[in-house]
């Protein structure tokens, strides 16, 4: 998955000299838009090459795609043992670049070191977010208040009085988040917090979404993935990884007939979700392997007021925005293990499960949740030929088209699990 991050690898490259660093450069890509570069250079083999050889860690990661050794090594929730001092764990809802390391970053800890002083803070935040702006908006999206702000001076500075100078003080909870949809922030004394309740929500006809089961005998949506054509995961040309688009308005790609979408009616009371997103699909291919790319979005109603608070004199027109909570791949030869891809079956029923990273979103009253379901994310997921192969030399001939189905029958449901806050 490293296609829209090329351009990052760059500040890593091997130094001539380690004492005095090289001025730091950026790539060149010459284009304003990578979804047409990456599109033209096929596959990330060509990307390394582009390269010439001058950065080993995207040639290391291109080249380690399963969860070997190399990652092993790298994963440092695997090595968070005999931790005493008091620790605070500080993530973004929107951090692109490390949305699920401080979630097992905090677990861990736990794990190993039961009784240690563990907090968990997650704001509205992008990669380091909480000391580089004031979290008061990301894109289109505001969170009302200056988030960032508000942690350095309410949660980490106490924190530090009283684990550095011993200053008396009320120690935090578990976990201190922000909860996005109604921007406020809350303390629970676990994470997930454990009055959440687990549910589904289940694919149903007609692009409906529902915490009821299916009931039909049979159902199946189908949609035909072309790698040559993949689903981009921005409207708009890009030279770069915007962070926004981790909020970003959906409604461009729930109008590509490569994207199942699915939505509840109007809700009826605030929807609170809090923790992981899992999503449990029954899909068949006629290809041997393809991505599944899930997106729970918040719908906003049609009337909702238009946002002027950026200051520019245009107004962002909120009505209908398709707000991305959490999107995430899933590499189908991966269903079973990380470590042992296996290939689909051309034409049989297999299911395909995912757990995404962790959420706190309150879907309001009269806004509806919507399931996005495709088979490319392009370019920030690099093409998956869907032909059961070395992705990264694969060749441009086995990149083919595949009709994905997507299953919804009561023995055959797709859904995806979520954990439901209990409404006051």
């Known amino acids: 998955m490293l296609a829209a991050n090329h351009g990052f690898y760059v500040g890593f490259k091997q130094q001539k000299t380690p004492v005095m660093p090289d001025a730091s450069e950026r790539f060149d ?12 250079h096929g596959n990330l083999a060509s990307l390394d090459k582009e390269f010439k050889g001058g950065n080993e860690l995207f040639h290391d990661q291109m080249v380690h795609d399963t969860y070997d050794a190399y990652w092993k090594k790298r994963d440092l929730s695997r090595h968070m043992k005999g931790v005493h001092a008091a620790v605070m764990t500080v993530g973004g809802w929107f951090d692109a670049e490390d949305l699920s390391g401080p979630f097992k970053t905090f677990h861990a800890i736990d794990g190993f070191n039961p009784g240690a002083v563990n907090t968990l803070v997650v704001g509205p935040w992008t990669h380091g977010g909480w000391a580089r702006s004031d ?28 684990y550095l100078k011993g200053k008396a003080g009320e120690a935090l909870p578990k976990a201190y988040v922000f909860e996005t949809g109604t921007n406020v922030w809350k303390k629970y004394e676990a994470w ?37 054509h993949p689903v981009p995961y921005t409207s708009y040309p890009t030279d770069s990884v915007p962070q926004r688009y981790m909020d970003d308005d959906q409604r461009f790609a729930s109008e590509r007939p490569d994207v199942l979408v699915y939505e509840t009616e109007p809700l009826k009371e605030d929807v609170t979700i809090a923790g992981p997103v899992k999503p449990m699909l029954k899909i068949a291919s ?8 899930v997106k729970l979005i918040d719908v906003y109603p049609d009337d909702y007021p238009a946002d002027t608070s950026k200051g520019s004199g245009i107004p962002v027109q909120m009505g209908g925005y ?13 269903r079973e293990s990380w470590e042992k891809p296996v290939a689909l079956v051309p034409g049989k029923v297999t299911e395909v499960d995912n757990e995404m990273p962790d959420v706190n979103h309150t879907f309001r009253t009269r806004h509806r949740i919507m399931i996005q ?52």
């Open 29 to 40: 890509v010459g284009s304003p838009d990578l979804y047409d570069y990456y599109l033209r």
């Open 135 to 162: 979290g008061d908006r990301l894109g289109d999206v505001t969170f009302r208040s200056k988030t960032s702000l508000y942690f350095r001076k309410e949660i980490q500075l106490p924190f530090f009085e009283m």
């Open 192 to 228: 997930p917090p454990k009055q959440a309740v687990a549910k589904t929500l289940y694919f149903r006809r007609g692009g409906g979404l529902s915490f009821e089961a299916p009931t039909e005998k049979a159902g199946v949506d189908e949609y035909v993935s072309d790698p040559a």
């Open 286 to 293: 006629t290809g041997t392997d393809s991505d599944f790319v």
């Open 322 to 334: 398709q707000q991305l909570v959490r999107g995430e791949p899933m590499r189908a030869k991966f």
């Open 373 to 424: 379901v495709q088979s490319s994310w392009f370019p920030l997921v690099d093409r998956n030929p869907q032909v059961f192969t070395d992705i990264p030399y694969a060749k441009p001939e086995q990149f083919m088209k595949a009709t994905e189905s997507v299953f919804r029958s009561a023995s055959e449901a797709s859904g995806v699990g979520v954990l439901v806050m209990p409404q006051p």
